[in-house]
T-cell receptor
Framework: GQQVMQIPQYQHVQEGEDFTTYCNSS?????IQWYKQRPGGHPVFLIQ?????EVKKQKRLTFQFGEAKKNSSLHITATQTTDVGTYFC???????????FGKGTKLSVKP | DAGVTQSPTHLIKTRGQQVTLRCSPK?????VSWYQQALGQGPQFIFQ???????QRGNFPDRFSGHQFPNYSSELNVNALLLGDSALYLC???????????????FGPGTRLTVL
């Protein structure tokens, strides 16, 4: 069945270092969404990418959607302790609207 | 503008019991989706309700059922609880019109269910 995979599972960085998480889908996606879940919290929507090769920036966060619309990445420049949490990518299941989530990348930042 | 609310926050049940979880969507949203998030995993889609009907369903047994009310709020019911049902249950609301769209989903704080 359709799968969404994320790597790495965990990432430990020193504050100020960069961080990247990668997302790969077994099928072409119409769009991809990214969510952040703080420890003990719930997923919070960050962004949605729709176009092939699309790149969007939110301050220190850069999101990219691959040309084939099967992979995506999230890059954080100069991490801060407030970036701590688990980052999930999610894509729609086939032609339906519900989402398939990756297992997430858990980011810890050492001050 | 209230976001998505869920109740209760935490719940402890024993195997074989039944549980009902509740969700009120974000104001203006008409669609409610339920997800199960096991520890260390991403949310897994259970089902989605729109216009008081189950619109889509994930790979969950019939022990999981739901309902949507005219005010768009929703309930998730789980019968014959198993230890493996212990998880964070998330409700997400969105606005989906007659044509499928992939709008962002607003998640509630979740209900932490523990089955002993």
């Amino acid at each position: 069945g359709q799968q969404v995979m994320q790597i790495p599972q965990y990432q430990h960085v020193q504050e100020g270092e960069d961080f990247t998480t990668y997302c790969n889908s077994s099928t072409t996606l119409s769009n991809i969404q990214w969510y952040k879940q703080r420890p003990g919290g719930h997923p919070v929507f960050l962004i949605q990418l729709v176009k092939s090769g699309e790149v969007k920036k939110q301050k220190r966060l850069t999101f990219q959607f691959g040309e084939a619309k099967k992979n995506s990445s999230l890059h954080i420049t100069a991490t801060q302790t407030t970036d701590v949490g688990t980052y999930f990518c999610a894509g729609p299941r086939g032609s339906q609207g519900n989402l398939i989530f990756g297992k997430g990348t858990k980011l810890s930042v050492k001050p | 503008d209230a976001g998505v609310t869920q109740s209760p926050t935490h719940l402890i049940k024993t195997r074989g019991q039944q549980v009902t979880l509740r969700c009120s969507p974000k104001s203006g949203h008409d669609t409610v989706s339920w997800y199960q998030q096991a520890l260390g995993q991403g949310p897994q889609f259970i089902f989605q309700y729109y216009e008081e009907e189950e619109r889509q369903r994930g790979n969950f047994p019939d022990r999981f059922s739901g309902h949507q009310f005219p005010n768009y709020s929703s309930e998730l019911n789980v019968n014959a609880l198993l230890l493996g049902d212990s998880a964070l249950y998330l409700c997400a609301s969105s606005l989906v019109g007659l044509r499928d769209s992939y709008n962002e989903q607003f998640f509630g704080p979740g209900t932490r269910l523990t089955v002993l």
